[in-house]
């Protein structure tokens, strides 16, 4: 509850928690005293939040692991972590905090220490020394440790007033607003000299370090948002490189005598052959950073100066995006929802790799997902788990192909169907016998463009015939950067990029955006990306051409007639909107004569 003396906090969102029913009005309750608080569990199957069976799954393995029941529901995927944070807060009366808008007093944070905010999972909001009061974030407020730890290094008399947060919000905040713990730069000068007269063995400070330096240069490529981290060998230093929007950055180099070591613990963690150095090997990681899960794909390749190694970062709250979330114009929107909205056939995703596919395809699977529908995916391999949707790993190791997988499918009556990517013409042909007995299927296919797809699958050996009637559309997509919108700055288009654009040159009052960079986007002028689609919906029109192995030109054509707009020219509506600039879609894209 607010402290009387505590002034309004404007940075702090105010979230209306639900109203619970008390216990006595729950009949999951147990029999006690009239209008006593439910249990959370109780209060989370009575907002309809959770199932019985899901708590009774929860409670038995709240027995194994002892752990609250809350973070084992969060873990287990049952709820999701906001809903809990409101129900505590209901049910303990104190308000709670959303922790991605809140920002933090310089003042406060320095009260406590960061060794104790990250061991306790609290954050300083709001200090008043005249008061004295602090305004806390925590996730358990009955925590009597943790609070006593944090009065031990306030003033006598500090009131406290206590507001309720979700732990791994706790700990992103923690990270971000405090800095990463032992900072990269801070290891490095360790490991180069430091204190080299210290009693410790140099062996086991050097282990040590070397454990925490990859440990922190994860952390730092998974808190700059890269998609990939590069550890590039060459003949004096090692190279490590962050692909961030698409793009490879330098972010350290190191004496290329600590490489060896640094390669053994990235192959122990990802369980490869520390003894093959001359072969390429795969791996996975699995590991929490800022308090929610991260898995790594490892990829180890020899090379004239010693073993490259590339980490692939899935991060799973990132992997799913809604689909209104995709950035997508309402007609595009309109389409994308006719097309799924079919009950039987194909549907592509077309693109090279990095453009965005997968992310695509599992928005629209869970957009689709619910308890009436069986869906079933056939992945190379499985890079975000899905809860509810049956998800299986093809490949060498599973002795498993994409072609005998949809017919292994088949016999688990499913009714949507995901298979990762057609490469061959038995594939090809499994997913449209898939189509033709009443199933959706999704596929990815390598094509230039949505209509380009579909000579591509006649040249692998699909009769176009048998194609006409079966395909309900193809998406075709790119990944452009976005401007930072802290410092993108306005301009009037050149004459050169007016005809790039289709605008009158005589036009004064379009204005276009350039990157600038400021502190926001670590002074790169952009961040995050957008997605650039094109929509091919296969009506009865673009069958007949099919049929007729009409030209990409002919079927292009009829298409535009449907409203269709290619890549180039979605991409123009992003530059106009101030989403990218248009030498990012210079870029990413063929523009002018070079544009169909």
């Known amino acids: 509850m607010n402290s009387p003396h505590l002034p309004p906090l404007d940075f702090l969102p105010r979230d209306t928690a639900p109203t619970w029913p008390a216990a006595a009005d729950n009949p999951a309750s147990p029999p006690g005293e009239a209008g006593a608080p439910a249990r959370i569990g109780e209060q989370l199957c009575a907002a309809g939040l959770i199932g019985t069976d899901q708590l009774r799954i929860a409670l038995h393995e709240q027995r194994a692991r002892k752990l609250p029941l809350g973070r084992l529901l969060v873990d287990m995927g049952f709820v999701q972590e906001s809903a809990l944070r409101d129900a505590l807060a209901a049910r303990s009366g104190r308000p709670c905090v959303d922790l991605a808008s809140a920002l933090p007093a310089a003042d406060a944070l320095a009260v406590l220490p960061h060794e104790l905010a990250r061991r306790h999972r609290l954050?300083?909001?709001?200090?008043?020394?005249?008061?004295?009061l602090l305004v806390l974030a925590l996730a358990d407020a009955n925590d009597i440790v943790a609070l006593d730890r944090v009065r031990s290094h306030l003033p006598p008399q500090t009131q406290l007033d206590l507001r309720l947060a979700g732990e791994s919000e706790l700990v992103r905040a923690i990270d971000r607003h405090y800095g990463q713990a032992g900072s990269v730069d801070d290891l490095l000068r360790e490991i180069d000299g430091g204190d080299g007269a210290a009693a410790m063995s140099g062996a086991v400070r050097d282990g040590q370090s070397i454990t925490r330096l990859v440990d922190a240069l994860i952390a730092e490529a998974v808190a700059r948002g890269a998609s990939d981290v590069h550890f590039e060998p060459e003949a004096g230093f090692l190279r490590i490189r962050y692909r961030l929007d698409g793009l490879l950055f330098q972010a350290h180099a190191l004496h290329r005598s600590r490489w060896p070591e640094m390669a053994v613990r990235l192959k122990v963690m990802?369980?490869?052959?520390?003894?093959?150095?001359?072969?390429?090997?795969?791996?996975?990681?699995?590991?929490a950073v800022g308090g929610r899960p991260i898995d790594l794909r490892v990829a180890s390749q020899p090379t004239l100066h010693g073993e490259n190694i590339v980490l692939r970062i899935l991060d799973r709250d990132k992997g799913i995006v809604p689909l209104h979330a995709l950035g997508l114009a309402d007609d595009q929107h309109a389409t994308l929802q006719r097309m799924i909205a079919r009950p039987e056939g194909l549907i592509l995703v077309t693109g090279p790799t990095g453009s965005g596919k997968t992310t695509t395809l599992y928005s629209v699977l869970a957009h689709l997902d619910s308890e009436e529908v069986n869906i079933m995916t056939l992945e190379d391999p499985v890079e975000y788990p899905l809860p509810r949707i049956r998800q299986t790993s093809v490949g060498e190791s599973s002795r498993l192909d994409f072609a005998g997988g949809v017919r292994a499918l088949l016999r688990q009556d499913p009714d949507i169907i995901l298979v990762g990517e057609i490469r061959d013409v038995d594939t090809a042909e499994m997913a449209l016998r898939a189509a033709l007995t009443g199933h959706q299927v999704y596929a990815t296919l390598h094509a230039g463009s949505a209509v380009a797809a579909?000579?591509?699958?006649i040249d692998i050996g699909i009769r176009a015939e048998l194609l006409a009637g079966n395909l309900i559309g193809i998406a075709a997509q790119r990944l452009v950067r976005r401007l930072c919108p802290a410092c993108r700055t306005p301009h009037a288009p050149s004459h050169d990029e007016?005809?790039?654009?289709?605008?009158?040159?005589?036009?004064?009052?379009?204005?276009?955006?350039?990157?600038?960079g400021c502190a926001a986007c670590d002074f790169r002028g952009y961040r995050g990306r957008s997605a650039l689609m094109e929509l091919l919906h296969v009506d009865a029109t673009l069958d007949e051409l099919i049929a007729q192995r009409?030209?990409?030109?002919?079927?292009?054509?009829?298409a535009r007639a449907s409203g269709f707009r290619t890549l180039a020219e979605?991409?123009?509506?992003?530059?106009?909107?101030?989403?990218?600039?248009?030498?990012?879609?210079?870029r990413t894209v063929p523009l002018g004569a070079d544009a169909l």
């Open 270 to 287: 990802a369980g490869l052959d520390i003894a093959e150095t001359r072969a390429p090997q795969d791996g996975r990681i699995s590991l």
């Open 550 to 558: 009409a030209s990409p030109r002919a079927m292009l054509q009829a």
């Open 454 to 457: 579909i000579p591509r699958l």
């Open 498 to 516: 007016a005809r790039l654009l289709g605008l009158d040159p005589a036009d004064t009052e379009t204005r276009l955006f350039r990157p600038v």
């Open 123 to 132: 954050l300083p909001l709001h200090y008043d020394p005249s008061q004295p």
């Open 570 to 586: 979605d991409g123009i509506r992003q530059v106009l909107a101030g989403t990218t600039s248009l030498q990012e879609l210079a």
